[in-house]
């Protein structure tokens, strides 16, 4: 099986920065794309930023110039440095990994619990 265990949210004040942390563990030959979603009350859940295995990212024009993608390989973690965070940033934010297990010639969908990101002052 295959887990993926998100850190790093918090409650900042506008303008401050959290970096979240994805780490995947279990029975896995590689990742494909991995990425950051959120949902915010009442709105449906929405990508945030992607990055392929080759280190190309995408951002929604939202956050662009200010949250930044990246993985380590390595490690199967993405994180995601967020900066300049505004309160409509609050949401519960969740990894998303595209995962080849070894047992599996192609990628299926794995999920993280959430962790929660709330910008107030």
């Known amino acids: 099986q295959v887990q993926l265990v998100e850190s790093g949210g918090g409650l900042v004040q506008p303008g401050g920065s959290l970096r979240l942390s994805c780490a995947a563990s279990?029975?896995?030959?590689?990742?494909?794309?991995m990425a950051w979603y959120r949902q915010a009350p009442g709105r449906l859940r929405e990508l945030v930023a992607h990055?392929?295995?080759?280190?190309?990212?995408n951002y929604i024009d939202d956050v662009k110039g200010r949250f930044t993608i990246s993985r380590d390989n390595a490690e199967n973690t993405v994180y995601l440095q967020m900066n300049s965070l505004k309160p409509e940033d609050t949401a519960v934010y969740y990894c998303?990994?595209?995962?080849?297990?070894?047992?599996?010639?192609?990628?299926?969908?794995?999920w993280g619990q959430g962790t929660q990101v709330t910008v107030s002052s």
């Open positions: 279990g029975s896995i030959r590689t990742i494909d794309g």
């Open positions: 998303y990994a595209a995962v080849v297990r070894i047992t599996d010639w192609r990628p299926r969908d794995y």
């Open positions: 990055i392929d295995s080759g280190g190309s990212t």
